[in-house]
């Protein structure tokens, strides 16, 4: 089994950043695929930013990218999710997600979620 424990939402004014951790305890050498995912209210949960940890390769969602990087720390088994030029419509619940295969997307483990308002 594999805990999530996610950290940094906030809020910040449209153009500002934040920093979303996400720390993973338990079995986390079993994981080859992370990711980040958000949910606006009244919307469905959406994906945002994914990592391979075996070649560490990275995709996003057209929305982010240029914007939002997903990065790891592998001493600290964290994950990242470094947000610049925010808008009002990044305002969502984020959360990270794990799993165990790399050909499946990363929704076998769930953090509880952080909030991220953009607003001035």
């Known amino acids: 089994q594999v805990q999530l424990v996610e950290s940094g939402g906030g809020l910040v004014q449209p153009g500002g950043s934040l920093r979303l951790s996400c720390v993973a305890s338990g079995r986390s050498d079993t994981l080859s695929h992370m990711g980040w995912f958000r949910q606006a209210p009244g919307k469905e949960r959406e994906f945002v930013a994914g990592?391979?940890?075996?070649?560490?390769?990275?995709y996003y969602a057209d929305s982010v990218n240029g914007r939002f990087t997903i990065f790891r720390d592998n001493v600290k088994n964290t994950l990242f999710l470094q947000m610049n030029r925010l808008k009002p419509e990044d305002t969502a619940v984020y959360y990270c997600?794990?799993?165990?295969?790399?050909?499946?997307?990363?929704?076998?483990?769930w953090g509880q979620g952080t909030q991220v308002t953009v607003s001035s």
């Open positions: 990592l391979f940890v075996t070649d560490g390769k990275t």
């Open positions: 997600g794990m799993g165990r295969s790399s050909s499946r997307p990363p929704t076998e483990y």
